[in-house]
């Protein structure tokens, strides 16, 4: 389909920047790329997939990726992109937080006795037993401070200031690279686009230290169609570990894509082909409303990322709310009614208030925060907008008590269409 690796990332609008002789070097031979993921958590969270995508793509073009999990930059922290220092790692939770991203990664790449099967390292392996001394020297002698300076992951923290600590990062992912260069003849380190300066000061060491040619690709920091920022949601970052983010709530993510966001996804997320994706979005154009294009990308990434099983699971579930009824809901166990409601703003009331019977109005303006006033809740009212249990509230004068609890503890207040809210009595 098509003919290079850059080619297929450039269709589906990947690439930021590229060193020249990349593209020329990936055309004529099979070549190892690494990028680096450092250990900020146990998890990886979908900020990471478009690296971990573009490793996959590597290896589906016949070249061999290395996935460098960074025990040793991780003590440092990186500073590109970020506007305060870093907290440091104790070794302990560092290696716990290695070996949690290194069983998400093995998930992803192939492993196998093949040239190109994946590698993974960690840089702590060779700097650990690395004295500094013999680090300024071998490294810190090669690039200039001026050089150093002029890159933004250090301009831009100039005025609120940087630690020797996070401005020796630079030097020490430069010297990644050169280290895997002269060990496993890797020519090619890859990363968001925010990593250029740090990636191209280690091109520079290499040819310094050692008169050889390496190369940089970076890609697109992923952002939202309204110029924000890609892969949070209400609650916070969307993991890759189903115990951090659900399966159901990973699935909902994607499934509530804005439209103009899906048809930039569906080329960057996922592996469907350019013909697969252009009917896709032919189709989506044709009939906005029935959300082609989220049905298929979170079909496609809640299944690379978990399972076939997770995805027909968080489907039946995303059906059930949004088209089942109260039974429906009744039905399920309470760990996956829970599980459904993971992420929806939840509030408690009393017991007793429920017991005693309490109006609508000061259930959804003053025991809970769902709407700010009892004006506008009797307003939404009026205008059949607020549902208990998936049924309307026909007066701003009803009467909530015991009765209408779900498993004897629960109300699901609906806010318009898709707005959700799980009361809960205590």
């Not at 940087?162 to 895997?180: G, I, N, P, R, V």
């Not at 003053?366 to 009212?381: D, H, L, Q």
Request: net charge neutral; hydrophobic share 35%.
């Amino acid at each position: 389909m098509f003919s290079s690796f850059v080619e297929e990332l450039r269709w589906r609008g990947v690439i930021h920047d590229m060193m020249p002789g990349t593209e020329e070097l990936l055309a004529k031979e099979m070549v190892t790329g690494y990028i680096g993921f450092d250990p900020t958590a146990d998890s990886l969270h979908v900020g990471s997939l478009t690296q971990i995508i573009t490793l996959i793509r590597l290896q589906k073009a016949g070249h061999k990726p290395i996935a460098l999990i960074g025990g040793a930059t991780g003590m440092v922290g990186d500073p590109s992109g970020k506007s305060a220092e870093r907290n440091l790692l104790d070794e302990e939770t560092l290696n716990n937080y290695i070996e949690g991203i290194k069983r998400q990664l093995q998930k992803f790449l192939v492993v196998d006795n093949s040239p190109n099967s994946v590698e993974f390292v960690n840089n702590n392996d060779w700097m650990k037993g690395y004295s500094f001394l013999n680090f300024i020297r071998d490294a810190g002698k090669h690039i200039t401070v001026n050089y150093m300076m002029a890159k933004d992951s250090v301009k831009n923290r100039l005025d609120s200031g940087m630690s020797f600590t996070e401005f020796s990062y630079q030097l020490l992912q430069a010297f990644d690279f050169y280290h895997l260069y002269s060990n496993k003849n890797c020519k090619i380190q890859m990363g968001g686009s925010d990593q250029w300066g740090n990636i191209t000061s280690g091109t520079e060491l290499i040819r310094r230290k050692c008169s050889g040619e390496a190369y940089a690709l970076t890609t697109q920091l992923i952002k939202k169609s309204d110029g924000t920022k890609f892969g949070k949601s209400e609650s916070g970052n969307i993991w890759l570990d189903p115990t951090k983010t659900s399966p159901y709530k990973f699935f909902q993510f994607w499934r509530n894509t804005a439209d103009e966001d899906a048809k930039n996804y569906i080329k960057i997320f996922t592996f469907l082909s350019k013909e697969e994706i252009d009917l896709l979005i032919a189709e989506h154009d044709k009939d906005p409303g029935k959300n082609v294009l989220q049905k298929a990308l979170a079909k496609e990434i809640t299944t690379m990322v978990h399972s076939k099983e997770d995805y027909e699971s968080a489907l039946e579930t995303s059906k059930i709310l949004f088209d089942g009824t109260i039974v429906d809901l009744a039905k399920l166990d309470e760990e996956t009614f829970l599980d459904i409601f993971n992420g929806v703003p939840q509030y408690s009331v009393s017991k007793q208030e429920i017991e005693n019977g309490v109006g609508i109005l000061d259930l959804l303006a003053e025991k809970t925060k769902i709407f700010p006033s009892k004006g506008e809740a009797r307003k939404m009212i009026q205008g059949g907008g607020v549902s208990i249990n998936k049924e309307k509230v026909s007066s701003h004068e009803a009467l909530i008590n015991a009765s209408a609890l779900i498993k004897n503890k629960y109300l699901l207040v609906q806010k318009g269409k898709r707005n959700y809210y799980l009361c809960s009595v205590n």
